[in-house]
């Protein structure tokens, strides 16, 4: 069984999808990830599905009926909705090829995942492809529309397809369906390693996947702040050499907002496990009493504390998509939307950057930008 994000479909979806995101995720093989209404960049995906042995396969779904189409085309189809209204959609098959050009030109940026040499050199090495779902049409339909002029059956998914549960539906027939949808002209020797499966989840979803750091790349933490306080990190760094206790943030943290009440403190974290973590350790050093004569002993659950309030711990990209409301793609593309994104953030009187080695340069000119943060 395949792993599937999200873990279920919503209830929203719509039939056809709810079939077809069950069928994929019990015939696929479990070391294969089927993500549904994936959001890449201001885009968003219908099916995407990465594996070992396939690669990358980009689905586009449509409810489309052949009654409701007026007039198809290579860009545009013109349709009536439910409604009687005339519509105008993409063709959704040109859409699949644009989003899988959109990630091609993204994972192309990691020379590990290009050919180095060769027919194919400085080509992506990963086999990649793209297709529609038709939820609402059949085989019988595609052609009465005459879609067949515009693309290729086998490119495609019909609605007498979708169910596993359907009589006659057949699991070998199915996956090599997936398979001949992968149009590159070359095809994987050996299955794709994990580290290959795990940069291109990386790469596409950064708030989701977690990077792993070599034993070479230690963690590192800035500090920042606009008021003028000791940088509570400098001593550990002049004595990394001799062996010390090392800097405790979520202690630290505790201190400054006891002596700065009224302060924001926030402290951020490139990897999502590293910050529930650190909100772990926080929620317990908060809740520590300060004389063991306070302590309530009729409680043995650890909650998060009522008080300091002030202090938040987050994973860095689910606090820009969640809290911020901020798409990242569009927030660093230029200075100008930068500046004007800033307006709407909260300010902040200190903020730790956990991990910052793994944060590239802009997005740490970014938090520092917060409330005039500078570095301390």
């Known amino acids: ?69 007026l007039s198809v085309g290579d860009d545009q189809w013109h349709y009536l909705d439910a409604s009687g209204q005339k519509k105008i959609m993409e063709n959704p098959m040109t859409q699949a090829r644009s989003q899988m050009d959109e990630i091609v030109s993204l994972l192309s940026k990691d020379n590990n995942l290009l050919h180095l040499e060769g027919k194919y050199r400085f080509q992506l090495k990963i086999p990649y492809g793209c297709g529609v779902v038709f939820t609402k049409m059949n085989e019988h339909d595609f052609m009465a529309a005459g879609l067949y ?74 500090f920042l702040s ?77 909650e998060s504390p009522k008080n300091h309030q002030n202090i938040k711990v987050r994973h860095f990209h689910s606090w820009m998509k969640s809290e911020l409301k901020a798409n990242e793609a569009i927030v660093f593309s230029s200075k100008e939307i930068l500046l004007q994104f800033k307006k709407n953030f909260p300010e902040y009187d200190a903020i730790f950057i956990k991990e910052s080695q793994l944060f590239k340069a802009e997005q740490i000119e970014f938090i520092k930008m917060l409330a005039g943060i500078t570095q301390v």
């Not at 279920?8 to 019990?26: M, V, W």
């Not at 699991?171 to 992968?182: E, Q, Y």
Request: with cysteine.
């Open 1 to 69: 069984m395949a792993s599937t994000i999200p873990e279920k479909i919503q209830h929203i979806a719509s039939p056809g999808d709810r079939k077809f995101f069950h069928t994929l995720k019990d015939v696929l093989p479990d070391d294969y990830t089927i993500y549904y209404k994936a959001e890449i960049g201001d885009r968003l995906f219908d099916f995407l599905i990465i594996g070992p042995h396939l690669g990358i396969l980009v689905l586009s779904t449509t409810g489309i009926t052949n009654k409701s189409l």
């Open 149 to 222: 002029s515009l693309m290729d059956p086998y490119l495609c998914f019909m609605s007498e397809e979708l169910d596993k549960d359907e009589a006659g539906f057949s699991i070998d027939k199915f996956t090599d369906k997936l398979f001949d949808m992968i149009t590159v002209s070359f095809r994987l020797s050996k299955p794709l390693k994990k580290e290959e499966i795990g940069a291109i989840s990386y790469h596409l979803f950064p708030e989701l996947k977690e990077y792993v750091q070599g034993n070479d790349s230690p963690d590192e933490t800035l």
């Open 226 to 302: 606009p008021h003028t306080i000791k940088n509570p990190l400098s001593k550990q760094k002049k004595s990394r050499k001799k062996e010390s206790v090392p800097f405790d943030i979520c202690e630290y943290t505790k201190n400054l907002s006891k002596n700065y009440p009224h302060w924001n403190i926030l402290i951020l974290a490139f990897n999502r496990k590293t910050a529930q973590n650190l909100q772990q350790q926080m929620n317990i050093i908060l809740n520590e009493p300060e004389d063991l004569f306070d302590f309530d002993f009729t409680t043995q659950n650890i």
